[in-house]
């Protein structure tokens, strides 16, 4: 009688692996609905304080924002009734279209170059370092300083009389200092790679960090080489990391106006200055509003189509 039980327990068993046994669902019962309320309701609950803080401090600014662009600039307060005037001289005026471009490929730019100089660095901390906390936390050490220091810092080392002209002097390489290094798209470039290097080099290191090394290790033993182990598992694993720092820089770099302001000069001049002398200079608000809100609109579609296209150059990767 025992025999013939195992044997019968055996072939359920067997039964169960070939073909899934159905279960029933209660998902749908009394109990489990009121179990799900309460736990989207304690969900809902511990997202308030930080739904109230982005509604005060994203959601209102932005409205203002856009209920400023609607209107027209009469001295100092805004004429009566509503217009797009702004828009159509936003998106009408070949200068503001050049600026804007000449934003969007500096910061592209200075998202490349980061991007590419921080993945060897996060490589680094996240397969051969011994002390990652002592590297994550040398990382940090630029922004223990005010970002306006570092700008000025860069300032005097691509000045005229800078570190990097004086030194080359110094060494009878050229006869006078030179004068491209600063107050032109370059200085704005390398300061703000420098500026936002580390934000590049954690999101990396986080993604390089969570690949499971089984997966080289069965690389290794199937012949791969350290080339081909990197371009087939490393690096399309760790992709979403590349993504994050990339629009972690970008999107930001577009908006920034101290950098330019201070190392750019004329050339370097890009459209978050234009927003400001518009708001600080001009007192022109709604030309400001209607520049900042087509800015972010035209940084977010970029953004938007970078996310999706390397998302789709990821999976067509493996």
Do not use: C
């Amino acid at each position: 009688m025992t025999q013939r039980q195992g044997g019968f327990k055996q072939q359920i068993l067997r039964f169960g692996l070939r073909f899934p046994l159905p279960f029933p669902d209660n998902r749908g019962a009394k109990g489990g609905d009121v179990a799900d309320n309460g736990r989207n309701a304690e969900g809902y609950g511990l997202l308030a304080p930080t739904l109230v803080v982005m509604g005060l401090a994203l959601a209102a600014p932005l409205a203002l924002m856009a209920i400023t662009s609607l209107k027209d600039q009469s001295g100092l307060g805004f004429a009566a009734g509503w217009t797009l005037d702004q828009y159509g001289a936003v998106l009408g005026r070949a200068s503001y279209r050049l600026l804007f471009l000449r934003s969007v490929a500096i910061s592209a730019a200075v998202t490349l170059v980061t991007v590419a100089l921080a993945y060897p660095m996060a490589y680094f901390v996240a397969f051969h370092a011994r002390r990652k906390f002592f590297w994550l936390v040398a990382l940090t050490i630029p922004f223990w300083t005010s970002y306006l220091l570092r700008v000025f810092a860069w300032k005097i080392v691509l000045g005229y009389g800078g570190v990097i002209n004086s030194g080359l002097m110094r060494l009878h390489l050229i006869d006078q200092p030179l004068g491209v290094l600063l107050y032109n798209p370059f200085a704005v470039m390398v300061t703000l790679a420098h500026a936002w290097a580390a934000f590049a080099i954690l999101p990396i290191y986080v993604s390089l960090e969570k690949i499971d090394r089984s997966l080289l290790e069965a690389a290794s033993d199937l012949g791969d080489s350290a080339l081909r182990r990197f371009l087939r598992i490393t690096l399309p694993l760790s992709m979403p990391g590349v993504i994050g720092a990339a629009v972690l820089i970008f999107v930001p770099t577009t908006g920034d106006f101290v950098t330019p302001s201070l190392v750019g000069g004329p050339a370097g001049t890009m459209i978050a200055n234009l927003i400001e002398v518009q708001f600080n200079g001009v007192g022109n608000w709604p030309l400001g509003a209607a520049l900042s809100l087509v800015s972010m609109a035209m940084v977010a579609v970029i953004a938007g189509l970078f996310v999706a296209s390397a998302r789709a150059a990821a999976k067509a990767a493996r």
